[in-house]
């Protein structure tokens, strides 16, 4: 009778230390998620602080898979220069073994415009509104889905430049907490063509950006689509992000090479005529 009291008793402590560290870990994920000041710059001291905002290229490898094929069908060749130039190469694959050659197609984003698949210049834009391309030029969720996933899969720490791309940010109440995650609401409203709100979740323990959802497209024509991040590896004096999802086409993108250190020419993002 007294070893089954004892147990009981010792239950009870357990119980009790595990509610502790609980409500403990509660409140700290509560202080990391107090304001949205206080959570993306936990982000940016996460991936590599000064290093991350500083760095002006980098070159990368990836698979792709999407829903309708089992295994890699695509590799990806993506370069990225500062602030917003981007190529996106790619190799179909068959059966995610066997490269097929023929000519490999690569879009090019010179920070203005995008080319055609064959890195061509491109007129099917031609017909939109000048400031309309203005601003999906600066504002990469006002692209549609497909080079939207361009972008952030070439820059997937892109919201490290979160004050450059939304005008106010609100932290949810009550986040952190027993979620784990810090919600941020993104807003844009400087615009009034071009207002939204987005939303932006980070790991409250780590600083980490797990998921980031956009209504992508030029508004009113606003299309809800979501990225998830995970796999972070350190990569020089960066954190980088090897597995980007994106919900759309249900396409991950796995990263088998990331290089901070290769210079980029801007001829490289330049469409031919």
Not at 141 to 156: I, K, S
């Amino acid at each position: 009778m007294i070893s089954f009291g004892l147990k009981k008793a010792q239950l009870a402590v357990f119980l009790i230390l595990i509610s502790t560290c609980a409500a403990a870990q509660a409140d700290v994920n509560a202080a990391a998620c107090s304001s949205p000041e206080v959570v993306l710059q936990r982000y940016i001291d996460a991936v590599g602080g000064k290093e991350v905002i500083d760095s002006q290229s980098r070159s990368m490898t990836a698979r792709e898979t999407n829903a309708g094929f089992g295994t890699e069908h695509y590799i990806y060749k993506f370069k990225w220069k500062t602030p917003n130039k981007v190529t996106a190469g790619s190799v179909p694959y068959l059966m995610g073994v066997f490269p097929i050659y023929y000519p490999n197609g690569t879009f090019k984003f010179d920070g203005n415009s995008w080319s055609n698949f064959l890195g061509r210049t491109s007129h099917n834009d031609d017909a939109l509104p000048q400031r309309q391309r203005e601003l999906t030029a600066k504002y990469p969720y006002n692209e549609g889905p497909y080079f939207l996933e361009l972008r952030v899969a070439a820059d997937p720490l892109m919201v490290t430049r979160a004050n450059e791309l939304y005008t106010g940010f609100e932290a949810d109440p009550g986040s952190g907490g027993d979620s784990g995650l810090c919600v941020v609401r993104a807003n844009q409203f400087r615009l009034l063509r071009n207002q939204r709100q987005d939303t932006l979740y980070f790991d409250a323990a780590s600083g980490l950006l797990k998921a980031w959802e956009i209504h992508t497209g030029f508004p009113p024509n606003n299309i809800p689509v979501k990225f998830q991040f995970d796999d972070y590896r350190q990569v020089g004096a960066i954190k980088f992000p090897f597995y980007v999802h994106f919900t759309f086409n249900d396409t991950t993108f796995r990263y088998t090479n990331v290089d901070l250190t290769q210079p980029l020419a801007d001829t490289e993002f330049q469409a031919k005529p």
